[in-house]
T-cell receptor
């Protein structure tokens, strides 16, 4: 089974609107971390936000927030007030407390329309 | 200051050649990784070192050999390059040891093109 699933290969959003990028995960570990990365067209991978499985509150970093629903095993990224510079690939990732692996999803390509 | 750096950024070479990609991190991290990103943007872990010790060795051709001279450096050597090796190779580092909060930070990537 896939550890991380991103079902939206491509998304479009109007500038200044909010957008949600979906991510579901699969683990039986009691403790795990969820991460989102941004990859703009220039190619670098930029760490955006982290959510721990035991965190009581949803993580926020500026315009990024993580909608964490543990029972549903989902960790959706919400970008508020989209900007043209948000156009990029976005990757969801998970790290379990056991093992050394970092599992990545297949990514979602976000295009912000002026 | 660049946290994770890779050289070269672009590498164009002929089939059959041997090439190396270098990676250095100045974050004081104990763990370093090599990933391959294919044309469909899929990221695949190749290797991971913790304090110069190999801890992840995924199924990659043995033409690929990592080398970690110290915990701040992880180089990737590729022998007998093939067309299918064309990809972007990312180096990353994390504090380590493994744990759910261990965030990875990536280098800028090396775009390898094999002709």
């Amino acid at each position: 089974a896939q550890k991380i699933t991103q079902t939206q290969p491509g998304m479009f959003v109007q500038e200044k609107e909010a957008v949600t990028l979906d991510c579901t995960y699969d683990t039986s570990d009691p403790s795990y971390g969820l991460f989102w990365y941004k990859q703009p067209s220039s190619g670098e991978m930029i760490f955006l936000i982290y959510q721990g499985s035991y965190d009581q509150q949803n993580a926020t970093e500026g315009r990024y927030s993580l909608n964490f629903q543990k029972a549903r095993k989902s960790a959706n990224l919400v970008i508020s007030a989209s900007q043209l510079g948000d156009s990029a690939m976005y990757f969801c990732a998970m790290r379990e407390i056991t093992g050394n692996q970092f599992y990545f999803g297949t990514g979602t390509s976000l295009t912000v329309i002026p | 200051d660049t946290a994770v750096s890779q050289t070269p950024k672009y590498l164009v070479t002929q089939m059959g050649n041997d090439k190396s990609i270098k990676c250095e991190q100045n974050l004081g991290h104990d763990t370093m990784y090599w990933y391959k990103q294919d044309s469909k943007k899929f990221l695949k872990i190749m290797f991971s070192y913790n304090n110069k010790e190999l801890i992840i060795n995924e199924t990659v051709p043995n033409r690929f050999s990592p080398k970690s001279p110290d915990k701040a450096h992880l180089n990737l050597h590729i022998n007998s390059l093939e067309l299918g090796d064309s990809a972007v190779y990312f180096c990353a580092s994390s504090q380590g040891p493994a744990g759910e909060t261990d965030t990875q930070y990536f280098g800028p990537g090396t775009r390898l093109t094999v002709l």
